[in-house]
């Protein structure tokens, strides 16, 4: 009795660790060091910046075609006489 008792202890330990899914082993990877945890959510706060950053200045690029000083041909050129 003992034993039957044991072994399924061991198959419903097995199993928590063995399945879990995503959300279980995102937890495992990243959260279960603090230092692995920090550096994620750095690198993804940076990561996260740039790609805003990169996004909101094509948007703007955008609905200021012809208005930027770029778009202006012959700024700071001399006239001919």
Same mark, same amino acid.
């Given at each position: 009795?003992?034993?039957?008792?044991?072994?399924?202890?061991?198959?419903? =330990?097995?199993?928590?660790?063995?399945? %879990? &899914?995503?959300?279980?082993?995102? #937890?495992?990877?990243?959260? @279960? @060091? $603090? =230092? +692995?945890? !920090?550096?994620?959510? !750095?690198? &993804?706060?940076? +990561?996260? /910046?740039? !790609?805003?950053? #990169? &996004? +909101?200045?094509?948007?703007? /690029? #955008? $609905? $200021? +075609? &012809?208005?930027? #000083?770029?778009?202006?041909? !012959?700024? %700071?050129? @001399?006239? =001919? /006489?």
């Amino acid at each position: 009795m003992a034993a039957a008792a044991a072994a399924a202890a061991a198959t419903a =330990s097995a199993a928590r660790r063995g399945g %879990g &899914g995503l959300w279980e082993g995102l #937890y495992r990877v990243l959260m @279960r @060091r $603090n =230092s +692995v945890y !920090v550096t994620f959510i !750095v690198a &993804g706060a940076f +990561v996260g /910046e740039r !790609v805003v950053d #990169y &996004g +909101v200045h094509r948007l703007w /690029e #955008y $609905n $200021n +075609v &012809g208005k930027r #000083y770029e778009d202006i041909p !012959v700024l %700071g050129q @001399r006239q =001919s /006489e």
